[in-house]
C-alpha cells in the first residue's frame, strides 16, 4: 500500500526556471509533510516542511503548497539553478506518537545549464 | 547536526552470505532506523529502535534482522542474502524526542547481491 504517491519520477528543468514536484497522501490523520533532498553519494536531507494548518510554507527559493482538501502537496522550487539537481522525496507522518515517516518514491530533478 | 556513520559504503556479495551493515551515531539520539532505497520505490522502513530494549519491525523487515548494541550503535544483518536485497541501505537517527520532525541520515551502503 503505497501512502504516499510522488510524481513525476524525473524532471528536467532549465536554469531560472519553476520545479514542481507534487505528492499526494491517503491518510487524512497525517499532520506533517516534510520534503527531503538528496544529492549523488550522500544521504536525504531535511530541506523544508509544513503542518497542515497553513497552505504554504516558503524557505527562500523553496515553497510548499499544501491542499488539505485534496490531501495533495506539493514542493515549487523557483529560479532553479544546477546546483537544485538532486532527488525530492516528500514524506507523511503524524507528528507526535510511533507512526513512522512514510515516503514517496523520489522525484530526480535536473537543472539545465 | 548528527554524525551518522555506515560502513561499509559498498559491498559485493554472493547469494545466501551473511551481511552485516553497521551504524554509528555520535549525538546520543535515542532513535535509529533502517531503510532501504530502490528506484521509483523510495525509502522504506525495515526496523526501528527507540532504545536500546526497543525493536520494531517496520514496513519490509522479512529477510532482514538489527541489533541494538548501544545507544550509538545499530547494526542491520542479512542472514542469507539474495539479489532483490540489492539496493542502497541508509541508518538515520531521529533526535525529537517522539515529534518525527526531523532525521539525519549516513551516507548509505550500496549492497549488490549476485
Known amino acids: 500500500q503505497q501512502q504516499v504517491k510522488q510524481s513525476p519520477q524525473s524532471l528536467i528543468v532549465q536554469k531560472g526556471g519553476i520545479s514542481i514536484i507534487n505528492c499526494a497522501y491517503e491518510n487524512t490523520a497525517f499532520d506533517y509533510f516534510p520534503w527531503y533532498q538528496q544529492f549523488p553519494g550522500k544521504g536525504p536531507a531535511l530541506l523544508i516542511a509544513?503542518?497542515?494548518?497553513?497552505s504554504e510554507k516558503k524557505e527562500g527559493r523553496f515553497t510548499i503548497s499544501f491542499n488539505k482538501s485534496a490531501k495533495q502537496f506539493s514542493l515549487h522550487i523557483m529560479d532553479s539553478q544546477p546546483g537544485d539537481s538532486a532527488t525530492y522525496f516528500c514524506?507523511?507522518?503524524?507528528?507526535?506518537?510511533?507512526?513512522?515517516?512514510?515516503f514517496g518514491q523520489g522525484t530526480r530533478l535536473t537543472i539545465n545549464p | 547536526d548528527a554524525d551518522v556513520t555506515q560502513t561499509p559504503r559498498n559491498r559485493i556479495t554472493k547469494t545466501g552470505k551473511r551481511i552485516m551493515l553497521e551504524c554509528s551515531q555520535t549525538?546520543?539520539?535515542?532513535?535509529m532506523y533502517w531503510y532501504r532505497q530502490d528506484p521509483g520505490l523510495g525509502l522504506r522502513l525495515i526496523y526501528y529502535s527507540f532504545d536500546v530494549k526497543d525493536i520494531n519491525k517496520g514496513e519490509i523487515s522479512d529477510g532482514y534482522s538489527v541489533s541494538r548494541q548501544a545507544q550509538a550503535k545499530f547494526s542491520l544483518s542479512l542472514e542469507s542474502a539474495i539479489p532483490n536485497q540489492t539496493a542502497l541501505y541508509f541508518c538515520a537517527t531521529d533526535p525529537s524526542g517522539g515529534r518525527n520532525e526531523k532525521l539525519f541520515f549516513g551516507s548509505g551502503t550500496q549492497l549488490s547481491v549476485l
Open positions: 509544513i503542518r497542515p494548518d497553513v
Open positions: 514524506a507523511a507522518s503524524l507528528l507526535q506518537g510511533a507512526q513512522k515517516l512514510v
Open positions: 549525538k546520543g539520539h535515542d532513535r
